[in-house]
């Protein structure tokens, strides 16, 4: 056994655990988290998986020299693309709005270690068909006072994994989706890596 000192200087400052994010889009949220672990060190964005060839998140990977994956539901189902991550040993899996549902081999393979985030307060706003602006308008035509984000786990069922956190904000009657849009990224920007920090310790 290590005495205390070691083992804290061990989990502190050598051990920096991996992650992987699967996206879709711009990829601001897999910025925010690069950039938040690029500071801290406490982990590293490993690798980036997404569907898309020409995804600004894939800009992001370049810049930032990450390794990234692109691929197609043939691959997101087979079995090299669980082999590929597993070379990664993630400590977390992290959707950052990746528009695929994830299947249940990965589900199954990294069962507890796959997150995502959704921009709306959950079980409101959620389920297929209700991402991105989609979930920003319902929200406005429904004239809420109050939308949010929801960090969770992911299980088979859109948006039905357990919540790991909910952060609320105001919604003003002359917003328009887009201006709820912007106010909803300020906070997905802020709380994601925090959690991600959060479950990783
Ligand atoms: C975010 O609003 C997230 O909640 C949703 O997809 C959006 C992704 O935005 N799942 P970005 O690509 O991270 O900018």
């Avoid at 205390?4 to 990829?27: E, K, N, Q, T, V």
């Avoid at 090299?80 to 597993?86: A, G, V």
């Avoid at 994830?102 to 959704?118: D, E, M, Q, R, T």
Wanted: glycine share 8%.
């Amino acid at each position: 056994m290590f005495p205390h000192h070691i083992r804290y200087f061990c989990g502190s400052s050598l051990f920096m655990h991996s992650l992987i994010i699967f996206a879709s889009g711009a990829g601001s949220n897999a910025a925010a988290i690069i950039t938040y672990f690029k500071q801290n060190g406490k982990a590293k964005v490993s690798l980036i998986v997404s569907n898309k060839a020409d995804a600004g998140v894939l800009d992001i990977a370049k810049r930032e020299e990450i390794p990234f994956l692109i691929i197609n539901k043939q691959t997101l189902n087979g079995t090299l693309l669980i082999e590929q991550m597993n070379d990664y040993k993630p400590s977390l899996i992290v959707l950052a709005g990746f528009m695929w549902k994830v299947p249940a081999s990965i589900v199954l393979a990294f069962h507890g270690k796959i997150i995502n985030i959704h921009p709306a307060l959950l079980p409101g706003y959620g389920g297929k068909g209700m991402y991105g602006h989609h979930v920003h308008n319902a929200v406005v035509s429904a004239k809420e006072k109050e939308s949010g984000i929801t960090i969770h786990y992911v299980n088979e069922v859109y948006d039905d994994g357990n919540i790991i956190l909910q952060a609320r904000c105001p919604v003003q009657a002359k917003d328009t989706p887009d201006e709820l849009a912007t106010r909803i990224h300020r906070l997905e920007h802020f709380y994601y890596p925090r959690a991600i920090e959060f479950l990783l310790s």
